[in-house]
């Protein structure tokens, strides 16, 4: 049973760490040399692009180059946020050679714009929205970013939003959970368990994966020493092999 449990907890690879091509505070090269200190098997490079981004084509050379030097299969990703409910997304033309795009709800994205949380909140206020079209707009905009998606897609820290403006994670229905779980299976989306924002909640991420959507784990890093580190997913990823036998 203990040596059942450590195979389990093992969580060797991180989808999704940041460097100084955006806000990160290491070099890619520094990210893969701690990756690499810890064995893992997997790196997501990711960084923050927006629709000026101008970088991407010179990321990804470096990435490249990277991928020369190690055994770490390297994934290289942009993080873009939703702009909107019908799938807009705040990407550049150009993401030749981008392996995934990691789409983010670091706004709510509502009918035809994105919402920040205190803006969200005045709303719920004034009873103008509740929860369940709050849960219901997230919802269809992340199907609808997944379908519009020019590159296959990560969910990116999926629900994040939802506490900052004051909504249990819970609140995402069963039904919720099929439409969510069949546009990332039809559209080869992976949903992260992602530490620094302890995000989708547990039972999302159990939700999904009896749906079949694969399942990452990310630090979500922007500091070398968080790379790698789990204590939270770690928890997820037991929960997850006890329910799923995976
Ligand atoms: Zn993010
Ligand atoms: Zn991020």
């Given at each position: 049973m203990t040596?059942?449990?450590?195979?389990?907890?093992?969580?060797?690879?991180?989808?999704?760490?940041?460097?100084?091509?955006?806000?990160?505070?290491?070099?890619?090269?520094?990210?893969?040399?701690?990756?690499?200190?810890?064995?893992?098997?997997?790196?997501?490079?990711?960084?923050?692009?927006?629709?000026?981004?101008?970088?991407?084509?010179?990321?990804?050379?470096?990435?490249?180059?990277?991928?020369?030097?190690?055994?770490?299969?390297?994934?290289?990703?942009?993080?873009?946020?939703?702009?909107d409910e019908y799938g807009a997304m705040d990407l550049p033309q150009d993401l030749g050679g981008v392996d995934r795009v990691y789409i983010a709800d670091h706004r709510l994205p509502f009918a035809d714009k994105c919402l920040t949380p205190k803006e969200v909140r005045a709303l719920s206020r004034s009873n103008a929205v509740t929860t369940p079209d709050i849960v219901a707009a997230l919802v269809r905009a992340s199907i609808a970013s997944m379908r519009r998606s020019p590159l296959p897609a990560v969910l990116a820290h999926w629900g994040s939003i939802l506490p900052k403006i004051d909504i249990d994670p819970h609140s995402v229905t069963e039904s919720q959970l099929d439409r969510l779980a069949e546009a990332a299976v039809e559209t080869g989306t992976w949903v992260e368990v992602d530490e620094r924002w302890q995000a989708p909640c547990s039972a999302t991420v159990l939700g999904l994966a009896k749906r079949g959507v694969p399942i990452v784990f990310s630090s979500d890093a922007h500091r070398a020493p968080s790379i790698g580190q789990f204590p939270w997913a770690t928890t997820v990823k037991v929960n997850l092999a006890l329910q799923c036998g995976s």
């Open positions: 040596i059942t449990h450590s195979h389990a907890a093992r969580i060797d690879e991180d989808l999704h760490v940041h460097s100084t091509w955006s806000d990160g505070r290491a070099t890619i090269e520094e990210n893969l040399a701690i990756a690499e200190s810890l064995g893992l098997r997997r790196l997501g490079l990711v960084d923050h692009v927006r629709h000026d981004t101008t970088w991407v084509p010179k990321f990804v050379r470096a990435v490249d180059a990277l991928r020369k030097t190690t055994d770490i299969e390297l994934i290289c990703g942009v993080e873009t946020r939703m702009l």
